[in-house]
């Protein structure tokens, strides 16, 4: 009877760690996956909508030419 239980015991920790296992593999590919997905339209779309603002002030004279420079350069830098 003993023996039964010990091999059940052994069964129950192989199963554990064949889970504890899957578990890891699952979460590296669900990094793997985060890691790899494009980046998102909205961002380059903020970036538009910001360089078209900028523009705006530049026009009226709000904005002086050498700060819309360096504000387009800083844009453009995340793109």
Do not use: N
């Amino acid at each position: 009877m003993e023996q039964q239980q010990q091999a059940y015991d052994a069964q129950q920790e192989q199963a554990q760690r064949q889970i504890e296992a899957q578990q890891r593999q699952i979460e590296a590919l669900q990094q793997q996956k985060f890691q790899q997905a494009p980046q998102p339209q909205t961002q380059q779309e903020d970036v538009q909508a910001k360089l078209i603002k900028y523009a705006d002030l530049h026009q009226k004279g709000i904005l002086s030419d050498e700060e819309f420079k360096k504000l387009k350069a800083d844009l453009l830098a995340r793109i």
